[in-house]
């Protein structure tokens, strides 16, 4: 399989269940941010007030769970102390760089929740790129009525089922799929056609003009 670059983040974002939706949501963004080589070599690291858009609640309530350090004014990214004897080079977990952008991109305000990220990246443990992930993201905005949530699994389900893992398998499958959709098309004109030639035929035989 080909290898491919994702950010990465601390496993222990996802053992913290004092985090909501929206702390969990920013701090994956965060630390997508985050200079690789940065990430095991510093225990803190530098982050812009603006990025939290004038949340001040959202600021504080980080600070008091140890996620953000305010320190002359500066703003800085870390660990909770309580976590910090798991962090190892071992404890970053790799997640789709490009996932959360994109569920905001086709899905709006319906919530990329933890509990379904966490189900995405089970997909990619299991061999699926970050790139066959997102299209097929794109093909439950595009198709799935309400919540895409279930058609997402189910399609990914398939993929797996049937060895689709690369952007290379997705494409070709996709192609195979056109190609069976053209081929389709084509029997249904032809079938339209002899439909109506076999019409004309019987008008002509029962003496219509």
Avoid: C
Avoid at 73 to 94: G, I
């Amino acid at each position: 399989m080909q290898h491919l670059k994702y950010f990465k983040v601390p496993k222990v974002i996802f053992k913290d269940d004092k985090l909501n939706f929206e702390e969990f949501h920013i701090l994956v963004k965060l630390f997508s941010k985050v200079d690789q080589s940065q990430l095991i070599s510093k225990s803190q690291w530098k982050t812009k007030k603006s990025f939290f858009e004038n949340n001040t609640n959202l600021i504080d309530s980080l600070q008091e769970k140890k996620w953000l350090i305010k320190e002359e004014n500066n703003l800085y990214l870390t660990v909770p102390e309580e976590f910090q004897e798991e962090l190892n080079d071992q404890e970053f977990q790799e997640a789709g760089s490009k996932i959360a952008a994109k569920w905001d991109e086709y899905f709006g305000t319906l919530n990329l929740t933890p509990t379904f990220l966490q189900k995405l990246l089970s997909f990619m443990e299991d061999g699926i790129t970050e790139e066959v992930i997102i299209e097929v993201m794109k093909i439950s905005a595009e198709k799935a009525k309400g919540n895409p949530t279930n058609y997402i699994i189910s399609l990914l389900r398939d993929y797996l089922n049937r060895s689709i893992y690369t952007i290379h398998d997705f494409k070709e499958e996709k192609q195979r799929m056109e190609e069976y959709e053209k081929r389709l098309q084509e029997i249904n004109r032809k079938k339209e056609k002899r439909d109506e030639e076999e019409t004309l035929e019987d008008f002509y035989k029962k003496g219509y003009r």
